[in-house]
């Protein structure tokens, strides 16, 4: 069983950044994929933001936020990161992270542990 709590989130004006962490606990990340979902104002599914594979080898980014999100991992593979750069009012939205015992995906559905959620809110 994994537990994963969110963090970082919080109020900032557009093309500022933030730095969202999950920190896992029950077990470290190392063989999981990690991912990171969001579920913005109104809408009633969650959106793919990025992922990592198991490997760190390889990334994959929704094309909303590809070159300015970058997903990362830390050395002792039980928090996963979120750096959001050059952000944009239609990012503002509840940030999920999400791991994963099977392949890489991009649909919630395919991810077994969910954080709680943290607020990210941009400003025009």
């Known amino acids: 069983q994994v537990q994963l709590v969110e963090s970082g989130g919080g109020l900032v004006q557009a093309g500022g950044s933030l730095r969202l962490s999950c920190a896992a606990s029950g077990r470290t990340l190392g063989s999981y994929v990690v991912g990171w979902f969001r579920q913005a104002p109104g809408k009633e599914e969650r959106e793919f933001v990025a992922a990592m594979s198991y490997t760190d080898r390889f990334t994959y980014y929704d094309d909303s936020v590809k070159g300015r999100f970058a997903i990362s991992r830390g050395n002792a593979k039980d928090t996963v990161y979120l750096q959001m750069n050059s952000l944009k009012p239609e990012d503002t939205a509840i940030y999920y992270c999400?791991?994963?015992?099977?392949?890489?995906?991009?649909?919630?559905?395919?991810?077994?542990?969910w954080g709680q959620g943290t607020q990210v809110t941009v400003s025009s």
């Open positions: 999400a791991a994963a015992a099977g392949g890489i995906g991009v649909r919630p559905y395919e991810y077994d542990y």
